[in-house]
């Protein structure tokens, strides 16, 4: 091989990597938010007929005594939660008003209390 072509070949690559994108800047995988929504059962979100001898309170105890998740349900978005169980069911079919980090779907619960009634 020339010299001429080597030192073509290192231009072009020297070039070709000058000009290519940088990779992109790497997003924090973790968001620090706060929803205000009604905690579910992951089966039980949205409109369902009651079942029979269960309230919506019971039947969602029940399924996620079964492994559904417990999820937030803020208009149409649903979030996983993810934390101290025992302290997410206090709030089961009621609204809650949840701070912690988001990751896509999974919301990593750091507290939950009822929301504000103030307007």
């Known amino acids: 091989m020339s010299k001429a072509a080597i030192f073509t070949a290192l231009y072009i690559a020297s070039v070709t990597a000058f000009l290519s994108p940088l990779p992109a800047k790497p997003q924090a995988s973790t968001n620090n938010v706060t929803f205000t929504g009604t905690v579910s059962c992951s089966r039980c979100q949205g409109i369902q007929p009651l079942h029979k001898g269960y ?65």
């Open 55 to 119: 309230t919506r309170w019971t039947w969602a105890l029940r399924s996620v005594s079964e492994g559904d998740d417990i999820v937030l349900v803020v208009g149409d978005n649903i979030y996983k939660l993810q934390g101290d169980k025992d302290q997410v069911l206090k709030y089961m079919e009621s609204k809650a008003k949840v701070t912690g980090n988001l990751e896509g779907r999974t919301l990593a619960v750091q507290t939950i209390a009822r929301p504000d009634n103030k307007k």
